[in-house]
T-cell receptor
Framework: GNSVTQMEGPVTLSEEAFLTINCTYT??????LFWYVQYPGEGLQLLLK?????DKGSNKGFEATYRKETTSFHLEKGSVQVSDSAVYFC???????????FGGGTRVLVKP | NAGVTQTPKFRVLKTGQSMTLLCAQD?????MYWYRQDPGMGLRLIHY???????AKGEVPDGYNVSRLKKQNFLLGLESAAPSQTSVYFC??????????????FGSGTQLSVL
């Protein structure tokens, strides 16, 4: 079935540093790809998505490009802030298309 | 605009006790889901529903039951709690199947400890 693998954390950074979180996927066809973010004490919320190959999703300074050649959807941000401290999840639809399958999550801690 | 509301937020059970987690959404969504979140394992789907009166098994359904008697509510039951069910439980809902076209809306979670 469809699955995603993302880098394990935690990732600890200083403010204004560059952030990359790797996500690779295995899928039949070219499903939409998603990044969700979970801030402390909250549920997940959609950060960005890409619906087809070569699409770039972006939001709140984060970007991710859907690359079918490398089956990847890496999340990047050029200059992180303390408020970006959260757990980030890569996700894609299951084969039946009726649910999302999430990666294991990557905890990011940004220090002042 | 409440979105997705989960109750309770915290609960401690003894092994063998039962309980029900309630999820309510006010967005008229057809699709609802229960996930559990465990360290290093991300979110795993327990059960889901594609509409009022329907339920289906997810990845890890054993030890849980669900009901969707009303469109806005999705209940998760533990008949005989086990320590392995200690987890954070999230409910989610969406307009489209699995949130594949539009986003999933999540509740704020229920922290359950089974002693």
């Amino acid at each position: 079935g469809n699955s995603v693998t993302q880098m394990e954390g935690p990732v600890t950074l200083s403010e204004e540093a560059f952030l990359t979180i790797n996500c690779t996927y295995t899928a039949t066809g070219y499903p939409s790809l998603f990044w969700y973010v979970q801030y402390p004490g909250e549920g997940l919320q959609l950060l960005l998505k890409a619906t087809k190959a070569d699409d770039k999703g972006s939001n709140k300074g984060f970007e991710a490009t859907y690359r079918k050649e490398t089956t990847s959807f890496h999340l990047e941000k050029g200059s992180v802030q303390v408020s970006d401290s959260a757990v980030y999840f890569c996700a894609l639809p299951g084969l039946a298309g009726n649910k999302l399958t999430f990666g294991g999550g990557t905890r990011v801690l940004v220090k002042p | 605009n409440a979105g997705v509301t989960q109750t309770p937020k915290f609960r401690v059970l003894k092994t063998g006790q039962s309980m029900t987690l309630l999820c309510a959404q006010d967005m008229n969504h057809e699709y609802m889901y229960w996930y559990r979140q465990d360290p290093g394992m991300g979110l795993r789907l327990i059960h889901y529903s594609v509409g009022e009166g329907t339920t289906a098994k997810g990845e890890v359904p054993d030890g849980y039951n669900v009901s969707r008697l009303k469109k806005q509510n999705f209940l998760l039951g533990l008949e005989s709690a086990a320590p392995s069910q200690t987890s954070v439980y999230f409910c989610a809902s969406s307009y489209s199947p699995g949130g594949t076209n539009e986003k999933l809306f999540f509740g704020s979670g229920t922290q359950l400890s089974v002693l």
